[in-house]
């Protein structure tokens, strides 16, 4: 596993840094398997580059036929709730883009279903995730990972329930497990903010410590890391 790190100088710039790998990924997917498939993260900070990949700058780069959209996790809320990934990211990248999303609908049966049933369509459209984005909370969780929770030792399936999360909102949860992100072929965290300067740093340069810190459990078996952060998110990292 290589891991990199990629810092601008803002937000504004990162997401068009990442917005050009994302690019480059979709045409060499497509180009050599027909199809590239892209896991999106919830939570803020990536609805700024979901706007910039719907917008008429970017989504021309993009053949959207060819793409499947999943999500890494998502809560067990309806497709309207404040609380849906995939209402931010149906409103960030418009409807049409949005089309491609493989909802994960952890609401409308059991999670666990959910979870089984997602499970089996990443599997029809491929073995591994071609581009996984990931996000940091500030307790160090990534996905639905949450510190002290089952669900970080998991290793048979790739997709699983959560209980009702530690952080706001305060619900179920469904998420891919550490199986299925590291077997991804590029991995990608997008962090901005200061304010997860000293996490970023705990990660990157500390040791791995799943159960108290669960993003340092992201290691792609034979994939790439890196890591995109602005300035402030950079700002604590040793040289
Ligand atoms: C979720 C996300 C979660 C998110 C982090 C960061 O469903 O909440 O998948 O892992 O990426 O909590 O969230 P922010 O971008 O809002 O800081």
């Known amino acids: 596993m ?19 790998v994302l690019a480059r990924d979709a ?9 590239w498939t ?3 993260s919830g939570g803020s900070t990536p609805k700024a580059l979901y706007q910039r990949l719907a917008s008429p ?25 404040v609380n849906s990934n995939f209402k931010m990211a149906r409103e960030a990248l418009g409807e049409t883009i949005a089309a491609r999303i493989v ?22 459209v491929g073995e591994r995730v071609d581009s996984n984005l990931l996000g940091l909370g500030p307790d160090g969780h990534t996905a639905s990972l949450f510190p ?23 619900v179920r949860r469904v998420t891919m497990t550490f199986t299925e992100i590291n077997a991804s072929r590029k991995t990608y965290f997008l962090v901005t903010g200061e304010d997860k300067a000293g996490r970023v740093q705990e990660i990157i340069n500390g040791p791995r ?24 998110a950079a700002s604590k990292l040793s040289r």
């Open 209 to 232: 410590d799943v159960h108290n810190l669960p993003a340092t459990g992201i290691a792609p078996t034979d994939g790439e890391l890196i890591w995109f952060l602005d300035a402030g």
């Open 103 to 124: 909802p994960i609908i952890g609401e409308a049966i059991d999670p666990a279903l959910a979870a089984s049933n997602y499970e089996k369509r990443l599997r029809e």
């Open 148 to 170: 002290h929770s089952p669900q970080l030792d998991e290793t048979e399936r790739r997709v699983v329930a959560t209980p009702v999360s530690t952080l706001e909102p305060f």
């Open 2 to 20: 290589s891991t990199q790190i990629h810092i601008a100088h803002n937000k504004a710039q990162l997401v068009e840094d990442l917005a050009e």
């Open 57 to 81: 700058d970017w989504s021309g780069r993009f053949d959207w036929e060819r793409i499947v959209l999943f999500f890494g996790d998502d809560r067990a809320v309806g497709p309207d709730d």
């Open 38 to 40: 892209f896991a999106l």
């Open 27 to 35: 045409h060499d997917a497509i180009q050599e398997r027909g199809v």
